[in-house]
């Protein structure tokens, strides 16, 4: 466990001793959006009954917000290794696949966590109503942070350079993460949209983490649940075998 306690010191650290860019910065972000969406759209949207836009809005930014700077810690600690050349120190150690991607993983879940607990701080003060199942909502950001955190560790793996890792995050994390009905019910869509909607995993992080504030959802939690916990199985498995076999890693 020395192994793993100390990369994963080394990347929280990382991004907390930068915590104004890495933490700050995307608080302020969600804050923006909180100001502006809910200024905008308050009159013309329709969420759930007895909800007000401006609450529906912030479990949606937060999850937002959490599920991104997962995205960035992972991907971003990985691509600068690969870059510099010192990732080679990490393979040469006696750290197995397993404690790589646990200490990736986890720094990536800290972040996501740390920045979704600033978003919700700031705007709690917009209407959020009290918590109703406490257990839903962090089943829904751990497994949420999880999923684009192991994300971010393939992406990472499979870009060679910059750009690479900006076009991955330009033309897949902010379609699926913007499209997943942060800004909107998704009932609120004509049903090719909605159908669309359903193919979207970002989607079932979004709508189980508010069902743990209003108790209300576009969908089962538990099929959300299902679909979020079996993508980050999935995903999980990839990674795990991407630095198994050492993918553009070590060749």
Known sequence: ????????????????????????????????????????????????????????????????????????????????????????FLLLSPLGPLQLFAAYLAAAVIRGLVVGAGVIAVTIGFGLPLPVSLPWIFAFALLGCGVLGTLGLIAGIWAEKFDQLAAFQNFIILPLTFLSGVFYSIDSLPPVWRALSHLNPVFYMIDGFRYGFFGHADVSPWLALSVVATSFIILSALALWLIKVGYKLRH
């Open 1 to 88: 466990m020395q192994g793993f306690l100390t990369l994963l010191r080394k990347e929280v650290l990382r991004f907390w001793k930068v915590a104004f860019q890495t933490v700050a910065a995307p608080v302020l972000t969600a804050l923006m959006y909180q100001l502006i969406f809910s200024h905008v759209m308050a009159r013309h949207a329709n969420v759930y009954p007895g909800v007000s836009y401006t609450a529906f809005l912030i479990p949606g930014l937060a999850m937002m917000s959490m599920t991104q700077n997962a995205f960035a810690n992972a991907s971003s600690s990985l691509i600068q290794s690969k870059i510099t050349g010192n990732i080679v």
